[in-house]
């Protein structure tokens, strides 16, 4: 049983950046594919990014692409989530999610992926 704890969520305004940090138990990790999702208030949970088993096969929701970048450090078994210029709209719960192998056609799914976080609130003020 893989567990993963999300950090780095708060307040910012509108044009700042965070970090969310995504944490695995496993000392296997880095053969996962760890992804984030969000869910704003009122609407279904949404694909932000993915990275699979080599760091730099990565992929991004149309939405986030050349703003967010996901990156994994191994030797921390952590997935990390660089947002910039956030925008009031990426106001959401942050979740991270992992599996041990998730085709790429299927990537975006999130009945992909077996492991899943409790999240971590992202609030962007205009």
């Known amino acids: 049983q893989v567990q993963l704890v999300e950090s780095g969520g708060g307040l910012v305004q509108a044009g700042g950046a965070l970090r969310l940090s995504c944490a695995a138990s496993e000392v296997g990790s880095s053969r996962l594919t760890t992804a984030w999702f969000r869910q704003a208030p009122g609407k279904g949970r949404e694909f932000v990014a993915a990275?699979?088993?080599?760091?730099?096969?990565?992929y991004y929701a149309d939405s986030v692409k050349g703003r967010f970048t996901i990156s994994r450090d191994i030797a921390k078994k952590t997935v990390y989530l660089q947002m910039n210029a956030l925008q009031p709209d990426d106001t959401a719960t942050y979740y991270c999610a992992a599996n041990p192998w998730v085709i790429v056609s299927a990537i975006e799914r999130e009945d992909q992926y077996r492991y899943w976080g409790q999240g971590t609130q992202v609030t962007v003020s205009s």
């Open positions: 990275i699979r088993t080599s760091v730099t096969d990565t």
